[in-house]
Nanobody, 127 residues
Framework: QVQLVESGGGLVQAGGSLRLSCAASGRTFSSYAMGWFRQAPGKEREFVAAIRWSGGSTSYADSVKGRFTVSRDSAKNTVYLQMNNLKPEDTAVYYC????????????????????WGQGTQVTVSS
């Protein structure tokens, strides 16, 4: 049974930084892509970033390029999202997700492609 557990959210001032973690268990994830998505109140869930577990290739939404960095630690089965220069518009619930078909399709940015999801962690950026 796949389990994804996010942590690291919180309240930060604009310009500050946070690092989110996603601890993955229950499966060998070498063929997976791990994605980060976010959802603000009244808005649809949107892609933020993703990383292939094997090889480490990454993809980012334009809105976070240059500010966010996704990485993984295979020994800890954990994926990270380092968020720098945070803006109020980054305020959302952030979700970790896993796509088991990354070997066939590469990194995908649509939420429907991801089969497993964490419970989410709130990030609030004050102005």
């Amino acid at each position: 049974q796949v389990q994804l557990v996010e942590s690291g959210g919180g309240l930060v001032q604009a310009g500050g930084s946070l690092r989110l973690s996603c601890a993955a268990s229950g499966r060998t994830f070498s063929s997976y892509a791990m994605g980060w998505f976010r959802q603000a109140p009244g808005k649809e869930r949107e892609f933020v970033a993703a990383i292939r577990w094997s090889g480490g290739s990454t993809s980012y939404a334009d809105s976070v390029k240059g500010r966010f960095t996704v990485s993984r630690d295979s020994a800890k089965n954990t994926v990270y999202l380092q968020m720098n220069n945070l803006k109020p518009e980054d305020t959302a619930v952030y979700y970790c997700a896993a796509d088991q078909f990354a070997r066939a399709f590469g990194i995908r940015d649509n939420a429907a492609a991801y089969e497993y999801w964490g419970q989410g962690t709130q990030v609030t950026v004050s102005s």
